[in-house]
């Protein structure tokens, strides 16, 4: 039976959430702090560990350091309402696994905890800049990093309005994945470094792949590789090939973005966004 360890300060959420855990199978033990938590951990084995941020005598991010040092260590999945990017980002440093934000739906959560369990053992993602006006990340050029890491970066704009988060969220993902998936052929050795810089007024953002760039000539199976006056004539291609239909991403990118800048060899890309009013400050 999976064992799962609740660790949060308050007793309300550590009962609610080993009875969700109970019901859905898994066995669930608790923990008020992470100095209890981290006893329990040298006394008996755990899978997983819903970990609270802020608690007292040894908060969340204290013992995800503590679990570093450790040669086996269980999967976390981070639990907080702290919007914070530092939170966040200092989560991602310590190898946390996943992230959920508080209140947290029990059907929502379950989804997550089956999926972190199923999920391939996670690769680090490094955290080279964690301040929130410059953030530095450097990527493993997996499917699954990239699904975290989107995530991570949609949490750090979620003070924006709705339509200029969603079309951030879009420009970033088709180019984390082109990145991913065409530069670093999806091998894990491989990396991509991401970086954010949030200004007053405008948010950039840097994706740079290993792979030796593209020319925009030699992509047919794209709408991007043909003329604005033929939108699909990628499609017969992409059939012809095998493709799964699509081809609109970086068509797409150009629609959501203000700029969007490639250096000579096309494996480093910016895309701009600027804001209509001042971001508020941190």
């Not at 608790?30 to 951990?41: Q, R, S, T, V, Y």
């Not at 990093?145 to 951030?168: F, G, K, N, W």
């Not at 081809?247 to 890309?269: C, I, P, S, T, W």
């Amino acid at each position: 039976m999976t064992r799962v360890l609740v660790v949060d300060d308050d007793r309300t959420t550590r009962h609610v959430l080993r009875r969700v855990l109970t019901s859905a199978g898994f066995h669930a033990t608790a923990a008020k702090d992470g100095m209890e938590a981290l006893k329990a951990i040298r006394a008996h084995r755990f899978d997983l560990l819903l970990l609270d941020v802020w608690m007292p005598r040894m908060n969340g991010l204290d013992l995800l350091a503590q679990l570093r040092r450790r040669k086996t260590r269980p999967r976390v999945i981070v639990m907080t309402s702290d919007d914070a990017p530092e939170t966040l980002l200092k989560a991602v440093r310590e190898q946390a696994y996943q992230y959920v934000h508080k209140p947290v739906h029990p059907a929502a959560l379950l989804r997550t905890i089956r999926d972190v369990l199923a999920a391939t053992a996670p690769l680090p993602i490094d955290v080279i800049s964690a301040r929130p006006e410059w953030v530095e990340l450097v990527v493993p050029c997996t499917r699954e990093a990239a699904e975290r890491i989107q995530h991570v970066m949609a949490r750090l704009d979620a003070d924006l309005a709705p339509d200029l988060r969603d079309s951030i969220a879009y420009a970033f993902r088709e180019l984390l994945l082109n990145a991913i998936e065409w530069g670093g052929k999806l091998d894990p050795s491989r990396k991509v470094r991401i970086s954010c810089l949030r200004a007053k007024r405008m948010l950039l953002y840097r994706i740079a792949d290993p792979g030796p760039g593209f020319n925009i000539a030699e992509l047919p199976h794209a709408a991007i590789g043909h003329e604005p006056s033929e939108p699909i004539a990628h499609m017969p291609i992409r059939e012809a090939k095998g493709i799964r239909p699509g081809g609109f991403g970086l068509l797409m990118v150009r629609a959501n973005v203000d700029e969007l800048l490639y250096n000579e060899k096309r494996n480093e890309v910016v895309f701009v966004k600027y804001l209509d009013k001042k971001v508020p400050e941190k």
